[in-house]
T-cell receptor, first 117, second 113 residues
């Protein structure tokens, strides 16, 4: 089954304690991205990756890091989490070669709900 | 800066009615306009999408209307059903980076039986 998986699904942590949220896709997609979802703000892109070892900042990258050492994995790292990073996080992947008629589809993971105390 | 503005924030419709959600964008470099549907506890999933060279696209009960000159597009859900109750996001792709989606704020749709 084609899917994007994220772990953990739920996480409660304290300010300053480093954490990593993993993301993996089994569709051989080149493009991967992280979003955060906050009420009234929709989804905002944090970081994205065009391919292995190629990453760039999205709209809200402050306080986050990413790496893309393998095509299938794109972990999100919070080196020193703060309460304003409490949010719902989504990983997504897509491929420019997929043909959905109106452009490629981004496939989203199930989300990770993070609470930073 | 919100480049895609979506309205309304919430919408209540009776079963069988028409649900209409509107979006407006600013960046004329956007080249692909998808709508995503999100159920509670799930990630967003592509519902329907359109390119700017088309004024309307219909898939079943869902229709996108696109007005390039006004930089607006909308989602129409005909014969709305309780199972359509979800959060809907419009989005726009393109601009400064390939693949980047800029999302609207989202609309919580509730369809009463």
């Amino acid at each position: 089954e084609a899917q994007v998986t994220q772990n953990p699904r739920y996480l409660i942590t304290v300010t300053g304690k480093k954490l990593t949220v993993t993301c993996s896709q089994n569709m051989n997609h080149e493009y991967m991205s992280w979003y955060r979802q906050d009420p009234g703000l929709g989804l905002r892109q944090i970081y994205y990756s065009m391919n292995v070892e190629v990453t760039d900042k999205g709209d809200v990258p402050e306080g986050y890091k990413v790496s893309r050492k393998e095509k299938r994995n794109f972990p999100l790292i919070l080196e020193s989490p703060s309460p304003n990073q409490t949010s719902l996080y989504f990983c997504a992947s897509s491929s420019p070669r997929s043909d959905m008629g109106a452009g490629e589809t981004q496939y989203f993971g199930p989300g990770t709900r993070l609470l930073v105390l | 800066q919100q480049q895609v503005k979506q309205s309304p924030q919430s919408l209540i419709v009776q079963k069988g009615g028409i649900s209409i959600i509107n979006c407006a964008y600013e960046n004329t470099a956007f080249d692909y306009f998808p709508w995503y549907q999100q159920f509670p506890g799930k990630g967003p999933a592509l519902l329907i999408a359109i390119r700017p060279d088309v004024s309307e696209k219909k898939e079943g009960r869902f229709t996108i209307s696109f007005n390039k000159s006004a930089k607006q597009f909308s989602l129409h859900i005909m014969d709305s059903q309780p199972g359509d109750s979800a959060t809907y996001f419009c989005a726009a792709r393109g601009g400064t980076s390939y693949g980047k989606l800029t999302f609207g704020q989202g609309t919580i749709l509730t369809v009463h039986p």
